[in-house]
Structures are given as structure tokens and as C-alpha cells.
């Protein structure tokens, strides 16, 4: 069809950006394709035991909730269960959501008119500053997040604005946002603001109703892992987000730090401004400083579209923008942003329709009143755009210079890890602080010493009992005869009386929390035989990795 032209376009673009990085990759890993983080192969190594063998967990025999993301983990164990099993079906995944996920967006726009070089801007637009490529490399849920998001927020939006409401209208709210929720549980930001919206408006049956089903994947999560020993969050989601007792100091520090640190300065991802160590307090990062722009540029377009627009669409427009704000809000104030633009980048998505469907709301009054300046003023409107913008294109820009080396740092030390492991040590223990590619290439019996994938270690550190001396004992506990690890997150207090036999070390790091592992065993009998097995895979190993053999 005519109309769906931009659509199109933009398809072909995605596919062209898509060949291109299959193509960079491939160069940078001698032919292999590998994912810019090792968290994909957490969610593959959950998806393969619960398809596989009913556990959810990163071995076979115990629980563990190390997967942030229950929705995209059941559909990977359901592709897993019909005998596919390689590791390209998380990229898959993400290549077919973000393909509907454009035409979704394309579907909106048709919905408010917008004409045909307005929607392939917004397209392109989207694809560019999210950025899709960046995000799918991942081979995470982050796309099917996003796309989830946005049915569920043009449902809520428009039942917001009709007088009658039909059930289908409700329980189809409900069904976006339980897949949404289960997508990320981040998306109750988004839950909790359009329920608020929706309550204003005096609409509490269809409040009730969506948060109800909404809510339904993280009641059942919660019953399910409580059942096994978890918690009600899964433990990635605790443990980022703990932060000590409670108390009247340590609350008057979270205020500050959310006041202060996070809504004006944008930066959730460091220690903030008032830490007693001065060289603590580093600038906003790029992620941060976007959705504070976020927060200043849709409320300002909301209010502009309340004083000029006219209509329903305008009107929806407007609801639009005051969810996403309020969730934005919350986000910044409560979750993390960054580690590969991927945490904001449902916000930044839903931030660019948003800020299309308010623009367009307003269009004739906007040219009207451009035509009616002068240069002086067109100059200082240059400058606020500048200023209102650079941070989503710095972003991005970010994003397009590490994407490409993230995935062969991935490939180059994470899948050799997992590889070594598959070939001399399957069935036995191994600890392990990055847990994805061992756990899902080899058979090995992987022992999490961070605590994502291993319940008990989790409950250590949110109780904190966690300790070198309480890993030791867990450690030797549960037989575990070789660690591969990274030697600067611990003291020596851990790793003492093991006998260090080997490190890799790779080069140009721009994801790994280190450029080296290495390699202990933690009983001195065992060391000759790991000596050995390292010596024998060193001809294995991408020749930009540095291998030393004690």
C-alpha cells in the first residue's frame, strides 16, 4: 500500500544496518557471530534448563533467579523445547520485534494523521537515536520491551479519552501491559503512572481491571521463586538495586541522592555528589543526562499542546507525554540507566514518538510562528535545539563505537571461557563471577560467586554475611575444583591458598568488567591437570588474546 511507504523504507534501512554489523562482526571475529553482552547467555542458559530439564536456573539442579526478564526467558525455553538450541535465537527475536515494533509505531502515527515524510522521520529517527542496532546486539528483551510499551500506552491512552470504554478495550490494556511487565519489570513505572492518569480521569474499573492483569507476571514470579527458596524480585534485580539498612540517615542519603544526584544531574549509574570521597563524584553519564532532557522537553511540549492544540489525537498526545513523564520520572529516581544504552532505552523510544505526536499536534502554530522571526531568534532557537537534542545523538554515537568491539571482547573472552570449560570440565564445579557464556555453552556446574545465579550467595549479600571467608566456605562446600574469575574484584583473603595456573587477557576492552581472567585451582592436586588443559586450548584462542600459562 502507498501509505505504508515510509515503513518500508525504514525496514530497508533496519536490514541494511543489520547486514553491515553481521558483516563488521564476522571481521572481528574471524566468522563467528557473538552478542555485545554476556547477559544474553544468562537469559539462554535459564531458557535451556527450564526447557529442557523444568529448572529455572543457570545449571540443571538448582533454582536461581538470575534472569531479569521472565517474558523473554519462557519464549526462549519454548523455542529451546521444539529442539532449537543455537544461540542465535535471541538475535532472532530481537530481529522480528524490531520489525514489528516499526510498524506498531508506524500504525500510531497513521492514527494521528501525520503525513508521509513526517512518519519516515520519526522512523528513521527511531531507528538511528535508540539506537535499534545497538539494542539488538544484545540479544536481549529491550525491543520487545519497548514495543510492549507502546501498545499498551496508545491503548491506555485512547480509552482515556473516550466517554465508553469496551471490556475488550480493558482486558486488551491489561494483556499489553502484563506483557509488558513481564518483558521488564521496570515497565510498572509505566503501569503506575497510566493507573494514576486513569484515576484522575475517574475511570477506577479500568484502573482496577488493567493493573490487575498487569501485575499477574510478577505475582506469579514471586509465587513460584518464594516456592523455590528466591525471592519475590529476581535476584539481578535485588542486587543492583540494595543499598543497605534502612534508617534515618541512610534515608536522608537516598533522598538526597534521588533529589540531588539523580533527577538533576541524571547520572544513576555512579556513587553520587555527596560522597565523603570527593573523586567519587563523577559527571552525568550520557544515558542519564538524555532522559533529564526527557523530562524537560515533553512536559514543556505538553503544556504547549494544552495552550494550542485542539482535538482528541492532541489531547491524546498530551496523556502520552504525562505518562511517560511520570514514568521517566520514576525510572530515574528508583531503577539504573546505561551499560549499553539498554535500561532507558524503552524511555528514549517511547521520548521520540512522544515528542513527534506533540510536535505534529502543534505543527501549523509552529511554522506560523517560525516564519514570523527573525534571524536573531532563529539563531537562539538553533541553540536550544542543540542543547535540547545532543544528548540523544551523543548517545547513540556512543553506542554505534563500542557495538561492533563489544561483541568481540564478548566472543574473544566470555564464549572462550565457556568453550574451555565444555571441553575439559563438563560436570564439574566451577565458580564463576561471569556466569552467561559458561553456563550456556558448557556443561560444567557453574558456581555464581556474584550471586545473580546462585540463590544463597544472593541472600549473603543482601543480608551481608558476604565475605571472602563466607565464599570459601561456600565454595569448598559445594566441591567446586576450578574458579575462573576476575582477580581485582577480590582480595587475596579469597584466593590465597589456591594455586593460580593461568590468565587471558584481551585487548581493546571496551564491555568486559576486566580484560583479564583468570584461572585458579583451588586444590593444589588439581592444578596440573588445569596447567595442562590450558597449555593444549591455547592454539584455540583468537590470536589478539593474550594467554599466560603458570
Known sequence: MKQNKPLYFAWIFLTALLVYSWIRISQLTGGHFCYSLDDAFIHMAVAKNFGLHGVWGITPDAYGSASSSPLFTVILAIIFRTGVNGYMVGFWINVVAAYWLL?????????????????LLVLFSLIILLPFTVIILTGMEHLLHLWFSLLFLQTVVEMISEDRISTKQM??????????VGARFEALFLLGAAGLLLLYFRKIKVALIMGILAVLPVVLFAVISVAYGGYILPNS??????????????MAQALQE?????????????????????????ASSISGTSLIRVLIIVPVLVLLVKAKGAGARAQQAMYFGIVLTIACALHMALAAVGWMFRYEAYLVGLAIISIALLLWSIWPQVVSWYQGIGLPQKA????????????????????????????????????????????????VSVAANDIGAVSFLSDSRIMDVWGLGNNEIARSKLTGTYSNDYLKTFLNKEGVKVAVIYKDWYGPALYNKWTEVGSWAIQDNVVCADRIVHFFALDSTDAPALRKHLEAFKASLPASVEAKVY
Open 380 to 427: 537562539i532557537l538553533c541553540l536550544l535545539l542543540f542543547f535540547a537534542g545532543s544528548p540523544f545523538l551523543a548517545r547513540a554515537v556512543a553506542g554505534y563505537r563500542v557495538q561492533h568491539r563489544a561483541c568481540r571482547n564478548i566472543y574473544e573472552q566470555q564464549v572462550q571461557m565457556g568453550t574451555f570449560l565444555k571441553q575439559y570440565y563438563g560436570g
Open 103 to 119: 510498524y506498531s509505531v508506524h500504525r500510531v502515527l497513521l492514527k494521528y494523521a501525520m503525513p508521509a515524510t513526517g512518519r
Open 258 to 282: 534521588v533529589l540531588i544526584y539523580r533527577l538533576m544531574y541524571g547520572n544513576s549509574t555512579v556513587q553520587g555528589l555527596f560522597h565523603s570521597d570527593a573523586s567519587k563524584a563523577y
Open 171 to 180: 482486558l486488551l490494556s491489561g494483556a499489553y501491559g502484563a506483557l509488558m
Open 237 to 250: 534485580v535485588l542486587l543492583k538495586s540494595s543499598g543497605g539498612a534502612a534508617g534515618p540517615g541512610s
